[in-house]
């Protein structure tokens, strides 16, 4: 089957730093994608691995490491805006993409 | 530029009403989507559309059926609505980067 693991919540002080964790089981996963979602919002992209390594694009960083089927999504410098849903994503080929069930990400000051 | 726009935003239903919810996108996406989203389970596909003319099944499409009505349009239409189809469902597009979907602002259903 294909699914994606994520933790269901995190907490973490304003300022800090923050990993988001996401375990995929699939076969043909291609990539992967983070997306936030702000409650009530619409999710909206992040970022995208898709080979190996640690992609960097301001605050937030994303890892993949295919032969673990692991990545984590890693966000610096928090601010009380950062309170969002996150959610990882795996291509699965072609046009059909699979979410993982979110991790809700709570700042505190 | 709107982006991705959906209508309507919020809709109640009885049990085997039908109706059809619209989706726009003016970026020049060739691939649109609809998911549903239910709490603590994260986005999943409906159906898709790679290009105009073409439409594919994701997930979880019994109960719907989607039009690709020309390269900006994509609806979703409930033709006997259940209580189980309860959800806020979001409309998405992308361009050539089929990583990067763009999602419109959701319709918010309930199906008494």
């Known amino acids: 089957g294909q699914s994606l693991e994520q933790p269901s919540e995190v907490t973490a002080v304003e300022g800090a730093i923050v990993q988001i964790n996401c375990t995929y089981q699939?076969?043909?996963?291609?990539?992967l994608s983070w997306y936030q979602q702000h409650d009530g919002g619409a999710p909206t992209f992040l970022s995208y691995?898709?080979?190996?390594g640690l992609e960097e694009t301001g605050r937030f960083s994303s890892f993949l490491s295919r032969s673990d089927s692991y990545g984590y999504l890693l966000l610096q410098e928090l601010q009380m805006k950062d309170s969002a849903s996150y959610f990882c994503?795996?291509?699965?080929?072609?046009?059909?993409?699979?979410f993982g069930a979110g991790t809700r990400l709570f700042v505190k000051a | 530029n709107a982006g991705v726009t959906q209508t309507p935003k919020f809709q109640v239903l009885k049990t085997g009403q039908s109706m059809t919810l619209q989706c726009a996108q003016d970026?020049?996406?060739?691939?649109m989507y609809w998911y549903r989203q239910d709490p603590g389970m994260g986005l999943r596909l409906i159906y898709y559309?790679?290009?105009?003319?073409?439409?594919d099944k994701g997930e979880v499409p019994n109960g719907y059926n989607v039009s690709r009505l020309n390269k900006r349009e994509f609806s979703l239409r409930l033709e006997s609505a259940a209580p189980s189809q309860t959800s806020v469902y979001f409309c998405?597009?992308?361009?050539?980067?089929?990583?990067?979907?763009?999602f419109g602002p959701g319709t918010r259903l309930t199906v008494l």
């Open positions: 998405a597009s992308s361009g050539r980067d089929l990583r990067e979907q763009f």
């Open positions: 699939t076969s043909g996963f291609y990539g």
């Open positions: 691995n898709a080979l190996d």
């Open positions: 994503a795996g291509g699965t080929g072609g046009f059909k993409t699979i």
């Open positions: 970026m020049n996406h060739n691939s």
């Open positions: 559309s790679a290009s105009e003319g073409t439409t």
